[in-house]
């Protein structure tokens, strides 16, 4: 079965300091990974999508996201945070072809001035 | 393009009652999944619809069920709903072209169960 662990339920970094969000996958078979982005009472939005290809993924707002297959890892990153990435983040695993998905427990992240 | 649409955003039930829950996808997208999020259990899928067929069930009771009509909107159904039942149910569609079809995601339907 698949599973994702975001390890750290919240965090917080000062405005234009590094986002790091960390994501780890279990997948008995190559993965389709997500990173999405939750605004208060909002649904999901996809910030960007590992299919297959190019492991350093690109996405909106400025994020990017590392696919390494050795460390079963999928890290959100961004360089320098704003105000208005403050929300919750939600990594995701998907089977090839399957319309399921399995989330991690999420991570709030906090952007103090 | 219009986005996914849920009805009602929000719902107050008590214990014992029944609800219905309403999605309509983006045109054109045939396939629809609802997710259940609670600050508990997080986000876990619920089932998936394709051609109004059922293709994918997750975990829940026999009370959680769901149905698409020819023209892909999607209802799901909770029976007899339980405390535990308070959520936010969200509903994605998607594509059915390409060997990946992204979700799409709508803004959610909020259930309190009193």
């Known amino acids: 079965a698949q599973s994702v662990t975001q390890l750290g339920s919240h965090v917080s970094v000062s405005e234009g300091a590094l986002v790091l969000l960390r994501c ?3 997948s008995s078979v190559p993965p389709y990974l997500f990173w999405y982005v939750q605004y208060p009472n ?17 996405g909106i707002n400025g994020f990017e996201a590392e696919f390494k297959k050795s460390e079963t890892s999928f ?3 961004k360089p320098s945070a704003h105000m208005s990435d403050a929300a919750e983040y939600f990594c995701a695993v998907g089977d090839q072809g399957a319309q399921k998905l399995v989330f991690g427990q ?5 952007i103090n001035p | 393009k219009a986005g996914v649409t849920q ?24 396939s629809v999944s609802w997710y259940q999020q609670t600050p508990g259990q997080g986000l876990q899928f619920l089932f998936e619809y394709f051609s109004e067929t059922q293709r994918n069930k997750g975990n829940f009771p026999g009370r959680f069920s769901g149905r698409q009509f020819s023209n892909s909107r999607s209802e799901m159904n909770v029976s007899t709903l339980e405390l535990g039942d308070s959520a936010l149910y969200l509903c994605a569609s998607s594509s059915t072209t390409g060997s990946y ?11 309190t169960v009193l």
């Open chain 1, 24 to 26: 780890n996958y279990s």
């Open chain 1, 42 to 58: 909002q649904g999901l939005q996809l910030l960007l999508k590992y299919t297959t290809g190019a492991t350093l993924v690109k």
């Open chain 1, 75 to 77: 890290h959100l990153t």
């Open chain 1, 106 to 110: 999420g991570t709030r992240l906090t």
């Open chain 2, 7 to 30: 009805t009602p955003r929000y719902l107050i039930k008590t214990r014992g009652q029944q609800v219905t829950l309403s999605c309509s996808p983006i045109s054109g997208h045939r």
């Open chain 2, 101 to 111: 079809n992204e979700q799409f995601f709508g803004p959610g339907t909020r259930l």
